[in-house]
């Protein structure tokens, strides 16, 4: 008897070659993509500490003083509207003339300063 072979489909090994090329070019893309993610989450918190620190120098300006809660700063009737954060992290409670701005937990990893 003539045995009938179908040539249709993928063999294993075709396959397993297929998964290991999907897999080394997983591996190239995650690191990437977290170092461009990071990157991204450090701009928005250095935007943020922008215009608080803007803000906190307009109010110093109308109001004589050299400190400022950031309940001052942000809300509804302030001078920065809403803060959002983007990756956990935790912006100062006071905000004094001349002193850097320094934001901790970006991500629960990264600490940035911001001098004006």
Partial sequence: MKSIRSSKGFTLVEIMIVVV?????????IPAFQKVRASSQDKAVLNNMRQLGAA??????????AAAAITSLVGSSAYVKALNTVANEAYPGNY???????????????TITYVQ
């Avoid at 906190?56 to 003083?65: H, K, P, S, V």
């Fill in 21 to 29: 090329i999907i897999g080394l070019l997983a591996a190239m893309a």
């Fill in 56 to 65: 906190a120098d307009q109010y110093f300006l109308e109001n004589g003083t």
């Fill in 96 to 110: 004094t003339q001349g002193t850097p701005i320094t934001v901790s937990g970006i991500a629960g990893a990264r």
